[in-house]
């Protein structure tokens, strides 16, 4: 491609509101344009990039014997009503109705559409193990849609979903799909670790998240210093006590102290002298089983997904002011557990110790001298709270725990039964017994994987694409385009790679060098080739390195075979 009649339009200063540096230099580098919040279009350059993940996802999915099909962005309310999804999935599923008043949805996932198809496909053992995937638009409503494509609106997944006949089976599926990723993000060239993770509103038994290691990451991970124990923020457990139970506690009562609108950790704490590890910080939520109370110390934040799973609850949320009112007899800021009516939920850290210090369901009242296990009915104890980095690793014991930060690109399910048991997608068995079948589903999010690997491959000056995903992998460089030699150089070798199918940009505008350079640099093209007349008066072209800056000078007739050794290198 010519450089003079692409559509490519680079900036020269930073766009305002790109928080990180992939959204900043894909808009530099006119990959992307934005429409709307969290919907992008992709330019000519960057939709190249996009198309070299998923070529690369095409071919591993394929290889790994999963076929390829694609299923419609608009779904039938009727299917996320079979699933039980269409209540529990909240605002961010763009819901509409068509002319006629039926409910329809932009798919956000395709569990519900490709169960059906396979309920409608499949109907024997022999049809199983089946794995399908598709490369497909999809539409979240995001609460905070940012940094570009990489928390988009709309965005660009490829989806897969395994049907086996049973769980050792559906385990091999996943297997399968597990090893694919590792294969995927190693050939687009990423720093990624696969990390234990909590099933979200897919729902189903396990699995593991996709990380490609970067600062600028949204998720935190825990990753043990010695074992090979990882698992996102949200799923990390803490070690466990060894004794599930309450201490002795001394004889005596809890006594009541005036606290005047001293309501959070801090205002306790300060206002009372205790350190926040001493205080219980008690949070009321509502569920689909009715409000709950849940206890961490005061040092301490409840994970909501730790405490969902735990009493198996189908959604929670904080609740507002007058279920807290209602559930504690008190306004925000006073709840305690004694004395409470509710299920009360407690971490297992609050086993270590007491005397505590915890709200006293009284407005402007605390109670001081509380032993958890003496003065407060607790139905439930459990792994309630978010581990932190430096604590103790849950599985060797010996190792600590190191806090890391990543990008989501590819997430793995073993669904179970979850999906085809609601909507009753079975089969025969060998043996003539009808049975559901055994699902997983496995996403890899593709706009998302190009952003993430700009954002562990760029400096100052601009991207440096692993030469697998780059757009081009050579840019051919003439540094003065009025020079007869210089130019026919450049040509030649333009051409000699395009001849041989090679993609490659010719930067024949007549521009200044330092332009040139710098669009290059920004651009992020993995290879460089400089034709200029100094060099070329004594018999040489220059291959720079992007990633690099190693220069190799080469004679003009024998670059395009170095070249290509090149290209098979990767
Ligand atoms: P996140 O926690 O980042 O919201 P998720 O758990 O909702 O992700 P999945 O439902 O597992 O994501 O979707 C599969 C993949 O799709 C993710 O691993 C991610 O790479 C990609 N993805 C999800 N949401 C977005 C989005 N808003 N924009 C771009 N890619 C996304
Ligand atoms: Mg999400």
């Not at 205790?274 to 205080?279: K, Q, S, W």
């Not at 009808?434 to 000056?461: F, L």
């Not at 210089?486 to 090679?502: N, Q």
């Not at 291959?543 to 990767?570: F, H």
Request: proline share 5%; aromatic share 8%; glycine share 8%.
């Amino acid at each position: 491609m010519k450089l003079s009649s692409m559509l490519l339009n680079t900036l020269k200063e930073d766009p305002r509101d790109a928080e990180v540096p992939s959204h900043r230099l894909m808009l530099r580098a006119g990959m992307i344009k934005r429409l709307a919040s969290g919907i992008y279009s992709y330019l000519p350059y960057g939709l190249k990039a996009l198309r070299r993940v998923e070529n690369i996802v095409r071919d591993e999915m394929n290889r790994a014997g999963s076929q390829e099909v694609l299923l419609p962005g608009v779904q039938p309310a009727e299917l996320w009503k079979e699933s039980g999804r269409w209540d529990l999935y909240g605002k961010e599923l763009l819901r509409f109705k068509d002319r006629k008043g039926a409910e329809f949805c932009l798919g956000p996932t395709h569990e519900e559409v490709i169960t059906d198809l396979a309920r409608r496909e499949v109907t024997s053992y022999k049809d199983l193990p089946l794995i399908l995937y598709q490369i497909q638009t999809k539409f979240r409503d995001e609460i905070r849609p940012r940094f570009g494509i990489m928390r988009a609106r709309e965005f660009i997944m490829k989806d897969a979903y395994s049907f086996d006949r049973d769980d050792a089976s559906a385990e091999k599926s996943y297997e399968i799909m597990f090893n694919t990723y590792e294969r995927i993000f190693t050939r687009c060239g990423l720093d990624f670790k696969a990390v234990e993770a909590d099933t979200g509103s897919i729902g189903g038994s396990f699995s593991h998240e996709f990380m490609v290691l970067a600062d600028t990451g949204e998720d935190m991970i825990l990753s043990c210093s010695t074992c090979k124990y990882a698992a996102n923020i949200e799923k990390a457990e803490s070690l466990r006590p060894e004794k599930m139970a309450f201490g002795q506690a001394p004889k005596g009562r809890p006594e009541k102290v005036h606290t005047p609108g001293v309501r959070t950790i801090s205002q306790v704490s300060e206002f009372l002298g205790v350190r926040p590890e001493n205080l219980v910080k008690t949070m009321v939520y509502n569920t689909d089983k009715g409000p709950i109370a849940a206890m961490v110390r005061g040092d301490h934040d409840v994970n909501e997904a730790k405490l969902r799973n735990l009493l198996g609850l189908a959604w929670l949320e904080l609740a507002d002011d007058e279920t807290v009112l209602k559930v504690t007899g008190a306004p925000v800021g006073f709840a305690g557990p004694v004395g409470l009516e509710v299920n009360v939920v407690a971490d297992f850290t609050l086993l270590d110790s007491g005397p505590y210090v915890t709200g006293a369901n009284d407005k402007d009242y605390h109670l001081t001298g509380v032993w958890l296990g003496r003065d407060a009915r607790i139905n439930t104890i459990g792994d309630i709270r978010f581990t932190l980095p430096g604590e103790p690793c849950p599985k060797c014991k010996k190792g600590v725990l190191e806090g890391i930060r990543g990008i989501e690109v590819g997430h793995v399910f073993k669904l179970g039964l979850k999906y085809s048991k609601a909507m009753n997608a079975v089969f025969t068995d060998v043996d003539g017994e009808v049975k559901p079948m055994v699902m997983g589903c496995y996403g890899i999010g593709v706009g998302r994987t190009v952003a993430a690997a700009i954002e562990q491959n760029h400096d100052e000056a601009g991207i440096a694409f692993p030469v697998s995903i780059a757009p081009y992998p050579f840019l051919v460089l003439p540094v003065d385009v009025k020079q007869g030699p210089v130019m026919d150089t450049a040509s030649r070798i333009y051409k000699d790679l395009c001849s041989s199918g090679i993609d490659v940009i010719l930067d024949d505008r007549d521009e200044r060098p330092g332009v040139k350079f710098k669009d290059a640099d920004l651009i992020g093209v993995p290879y460089r080739i400089t034709v200029g007349k100094k060099s070329l008066d004594k018999g040489i072209v220059e291959v720079k390195e992007r990633s690099t800056g190693r220069v190799k000078t080469i004679a003009p007739d024998k670059v395009t075979d170095y070249l290509r050794t090149v290209l098979k290198r990767t």
